[in-house]
């Protein structure tokens, strides 16, 4: 049978790596970003790849009064979902969002709130029919550190609000998915001076990552996986020994 998926920042190259897998297997994409111009050449390739249909809704999706209309859009296009894969994100500038509070507010509405309430609603409205969403956060989230607490706390406080929604559709037919990337080379990174050494993976294999978890439901993943350790040390680190860190 063929999914329907719905794409929660279909301009994000890691959205748009995870959207060729799934148009190889014939699956039908609503694809929602804001910008037409990359949603339209994306819905081309996937088509080109396979794709049975691509529809586009063009919106700001962080903006946190037109949530609900712009579930409404996507779902003018396909009245269910197999797949909701939540994407979009901002990685922002630390330095300058702490001395403009206007940026910060930008970092933890585009990364906490506006995801926050679009998982609301897109259960809120789910049918009797199984539902996979899966979440992009971040291993930022998992300890808060000088150089992106603003991001990191967002991609954390997301965390949270995924485990209640987990707990509470823990019977049921929709399974939440978190999936942890730590450094990938796509746009967002582009500013980092040191990008492509050995800890970071490219979109596609985020991509596999996204699709084997989605297909397995496990409710947290690491990718690549071994950031799980990485993660590990990092959160049980001595607060004496962090606080040296310049991280
Ligand atoms: N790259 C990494 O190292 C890394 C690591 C951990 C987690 N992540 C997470 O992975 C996800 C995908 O990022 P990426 O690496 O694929 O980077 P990317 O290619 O830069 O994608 C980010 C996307 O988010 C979209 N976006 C931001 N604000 C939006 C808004 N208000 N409305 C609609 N779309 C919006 C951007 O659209 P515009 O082009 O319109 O701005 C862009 O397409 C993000 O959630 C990010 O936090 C990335």
């Given at each position: 049978?063929?999914?329907?998926?719905?794409?929660?920042?279909?301009?994000?190259?890691?959205?748009?790596?995870?959207?060729?897998?799934?148009?190889?297997?014939?699956?039908?994409?609503?694809?929602?970003?804001?910008?037409?111009?990359?949603?339209?050449?994306?819905?081309?390739?996937?088509?080109?790849?396979?794709?049975?249909?691509?529809?586009?809704?063009?919106?700001?999706?962080a903006?946190?009064?037109?949530?609900?209309?712009?579930?409404?859009?996507?779902?003018?296009?396909?009245?269910?979902?197999?797949?909701?894969?939540?994407?979009y994100g901002m990685?922002?500038?630390?330095?300058?969002?702490?001395?403009?509070?206007?940026?910060?507010?930008t970092l933890?509405d585009v990364n906490?709130?506006s995801?926050?309430?679009?998982?609301?609603?897109?259960?809120?409205?789910?049918?009797?029919?199984?539902?996979?969403?899966?979440?992009?956060?971040?291993?930022?989230?998992?300890?808060?550190?000088?150089?992106?607490?603003?991001?990191?706390?967002?991609?954390?406080?997301?965390?949270?609000?995924?485990?209640?929604?987990?707990?509470?559709?823990?019977?049921?037919?929709?399974?939440?998915?978190?999936?942890?990337?730590?450094?990938?080379?796509?746009?967002?990174?582009?500013?980092?001076?040191?990008?492509?050494?050995?800890?970071?993976?490219?979109?596609?294999?985020?991509?596999?990552?996204?699709?084997?978890?989605?297909?397995?439901?496990?409710?947290?993943?690491?990718?690549?996986?071994?950031?799980?350790?990485?993660?590990?040390?990092?959160?049980?680190?001595?607060?004496?020994?962090?606080?040296?860190?310049?991280?």
């Amino acid at each position: 049978m063929t999914q329907r998926i719905l794409i929660l920042g279909a301009t994000s190259a890691i959205a748009h790596a995870y959207a060729r897998l799934k148009a190889k297997e014939g699956a039908a994409f609503v694809l929602a970003g804001r910008r037409t111009d990359m949603l339209e050449a994306n819905a081309a390739d996937l088509m080109a790849r396979g794709a049975s249909s691509t529809a586009l809704v063009a919106a700001d999706l962080a903006d946190l009064s037109a949530v609900e209309a712009t579930m409404a859009a996507c779902r003018a296009h396909s009245a269910t979902f197999d797949e909701v894969l939540l994407a979009y994100g901002m990685l922002g500038d630390q330095a300058r969002a702490e001395a403009d509070l206007t940026q910060a507010r930008t970092l933890i509405d585009v990364n906490f709130t506006s995801a926050a309430l679009w998982l609301l609603a897109l259960v809120k409205e789910a049918a009797l029919t199984p539902l996979t969403i899966v979440v992009v956060g971040s291993v930022a989230g998992d300890r808060g550190r000088k150089t992106n607490f603003i991001y990191g706390a967002a991609k954390g406080g997301l965390e949270r609000f995924v485990e209640g929604m987990q707990h509470a559709h823990a019977s049921g037919r929709v399974r939440i998915v978190l999936i942890k990337p730590g450094f990938v080379i796509t746009p967002m990174t582009d500013g980092i001076a040191n990008q492509g050494g050995p800890l970071w993976a490219t979109a596609e294999a985020v991509a596999g990552d996204i699709v084997k978890a989605a297909r397995s439901g496990r409710p947290c993943v690491y990718t690549p996986w071994f950031w799980w350790g990485i993660m590990t040390t990092v959160r049980n680190l001595p607060r004496a020994v962090f606080n040296r860190l310049n991280i």
